[in-house]
């Protein structure tokens, strides 16, 4: 996970993001041709677009800040403050800059039938999206113990497109505003991983991890 804290990743995270906020949407022949294919799978199964609707239920605002307070608190519980302040803040500062991408780019959603779930905001970013990964895999490198942060890892990322598939899915979503979601979320989490090495809010991955054993002190 320390590729995406490294200025060249982060820069091409940053060129992605600005990438799909420029060239997505409704403009777009890939983002509305995969909206017209998928909106008529959705239309031909209708229980699999229930089961869509619950799983896209945990890229909520509701469920990802919930689990973000709660682990911060967690962590408060055993005296690791600095760590619940960064995981507190990373969740928060997703939200907030999600929200002012969304005023400032404007786009709009996919209007080519009828939602499965209520939509209230512009398109781009994938909010869902952005917040799955943010929250997902923060949790995943701020509160799992070194030995299980890569399992961690590699499940919260899975699990972030998961949801983000069910937005496109679901036709609330362009593929590009799920795409910039993503970005966005691998940003935010690359600056709380800077932040967080500086302050020791997160503890270093061993190298037993990486299948090498410790030095050996020679006394």
């Given at each position: 996970?320390?590729?995406?804290?490294?200025?060249?990743?982060?820069?091409?995270?940053?060129?992605?993001?600005?990438?799909?906020?420029?060239?997505?949407?409704?403009?777009?022949?890939?983002d509305?041709a995969?909206?017209?294919?998928?909106?008529?799978i959705?239309?031909?199964?209708?229980?699999?677009?229930?089961?869509?609707?619950?799983?896209?239920?945990?890229?909520?605002?509701?469920?990802?800040l919930?689990?973000?307070?709660?682990?911060?608190?967690?962590?408060?519980?055993?005296?690791?403050y600095?760590?619940?302040?960064?995981?507190?803040?990373?969740?928060?500062?997703?939200r907030?800059?999600?929200?002012?991408?969304?005023?400032?780019?404007?786009?709009?959603?996919?209007?080519?039938?009828?939602?499965?779930?209520?939509?209230?905001?512009?398109?781009?970013?994938?909010?869902h999206?952005?917040?799955s990964?943010?929250?997902?895999?923060?949790?995943?490198v701020?509160?799992?113990?070194?030995?299980?942060?890569?399992?961690?890892?590699?499940?919260?990322?899975?699990?972030s497109?998961?949801?983000?598939?069910?937005?496109?899915?679901?036709?609330?979503h362009?593929?590009?505003?799920?795409?910039?979601?993503?970005?966005?979320?691998?940003?935010?989490?690359g600056?709380?991983?800077?932040?967080g090495?500086?302050?020791?809010?997160?503890?270093?991955?061993?190298?037993?991890?990486?299948?090498?054993?410790?030095?050996v002190?020679?006394?």
């Amino acid at each position: 996970m320390k590729i995406i804290s490294r200025p060249a990743a982060m820069l091409t995270l940053l060129a992605l993001l600005v990438s799909a906020s420029l060239f997505g949407g409704p403009e777009n022949r890939f983002d509305v041709a995969a909206i017209h294919w998928l909106a008529n799978i959705r239309h031909a199964q209708p229980q699999l677009t229930s089961i869509i609707v619950i799983l896209t239920q945990l890229g909520s605002i509701y469920a990802t800040l919930g689990l973000g307070l709660l682990a911060s608190a967690w962590l408060a519980t055993r005296k690791q403050y600095r760590a619940a302040f960064l995981l507190a803040l990373t969740v928060m500062l997703e939200r907030l800059t999600v929200d002012g991408l969304k005023m400032i780019v404007g786009r709009p959603r996919p209007g080519f039938d009828l939602h499965p779930v209520m939509t209230s905001s512009s398109s781009f970013p994938s909010g869902h999206s952005a917040n799955s990964m943010t929250a997902f895999v923060a949790v995943a490198v701020i509160v799992t113990p070194p030995a299980w942060r890569r399992f961690a890892l590699i499940s919260a990322i899975c699990l972030s497109i998961v949801v983000g598939l069910t937005r496109v899915f679901l036709g609330v979503h362009w593929p590009s505003d799920v795409a910039g979601g993503w970005t966005l979320g691998l940003l935010i989490v690359g600056l709380a991983l800077i932040v967080g090495r500086r302050s020791g809010a997160i503890e270093a991955q061993h190298d037993i991890v990486g299948r090498h054993l410790p030095p050996v002190r020679e006394d």
